[in-house]
């Protein structure tokens, strides 16, 4: 089952400007996963932010998250016609050792030159 | 490191036949799960190998099966497919030392893009 609801689906943009996805969880969890997937190929690891922090950068990647709120938002600044992707939130439930990632049904990202 | 590794990249088979995949996972990891992506469903969990045992399974039939070998390699297999397992199915491998720990990153391969016909 799908946990993950990323917002929005689609998101067209400018090359320079700043790109926002949103994620949206349900269930308690260990960490939030944001993966990039260029058209139909395998899973490229962005970030991973951990249940206690509530912030993280990576390049000209930014995370957050509200465990409160249980939701997470990436920010991709400065973007690039190379970013056009899909981006998908991904939680990682408490288990006994387990990875089990359940996946939101990702953000299509297409960046304009 | 060489990244994950998934042979073959494409598969094309008919209905009823059986498939099996093959995944080689980042040197030193030992956890490796699969997941099923489809337009429809999106991605989903199939199973998780940790040190040749199974350690959580997703809702999926019996006809989906896995195992793992002591150098870490997986394959799962597909039997008597069906025109919904058509899908990419993606391999990943976590470093896991063994602790119990879910805070590790979960790298993935290209995937395997199963077509049934």
């Known amino acids: 089952s799908q946990q993950g609801e990323e917002d929005p689906q689609a998101l067209s943009i400018q090359e320079g400007e700043n790109a926002t996805m949103n994620c949206s969880y349900k269930?308690?969890?260990?960490?939030l996963q944001w993966y990039r997937q260029n058209s139909g190929r395998g899973l490229v690891h962005l970030i991973l932010i951990r249940s206690n922090e509530r912030e993280k950068h990576s390049g000209r990647l930014r995370v957050t998250l509200d465990t409160s709120k249980k939701s997470s938002s990436l920010l991709i600044t400065a973007s690039r016609a190379a970013d056009t992707a899909s981006y998908f939130c991904a939680t990682a439930n408490s288990g006994a050792g387990s990875y089990q990632l359940t996946f939101g049904k990702g953000t299509k990202l297409s960046v304009i030159p | 490191k060489a990244g994950v590794t998934q042979t073959p990249r494409y598969l094309i088979k008919t209905r009823g036949q059986q498939v099996t995949l093959s995944c080689s996972p980042i040197s030193g990891h030992r956890s490796v799960s699969w997941y099923q992506q489809t337009p429809g469903q999106g991605l989903q969990f199939l199973f998780e190998y940790f040190s040749e045992t199974q350690r959580n399974k997703g809702n999926f039939p019996g006809r989906f099966s896995g195992r793992q070998f002591s150098n870490s390699r997986s394959e799962m297999n597909v039997s008597t497919l069906e025109l919904g397992d058509s899908a990419l199915y993606l391999c990943?491998?976590?470093?896991?030392?063994?602790?119990?720990?879910?805070?590790?990153?979960?790298?993935f391969g290209p995937g395997t893009r199963l077509t049934v016909l």
């Open positions: 269930t308690s969890i260990n960490n």
């Open positions: 990943a491998s976590t470093l896991d030392g063994g602790s119990g720990s879910t805070y590790n990153e979960q790298f």
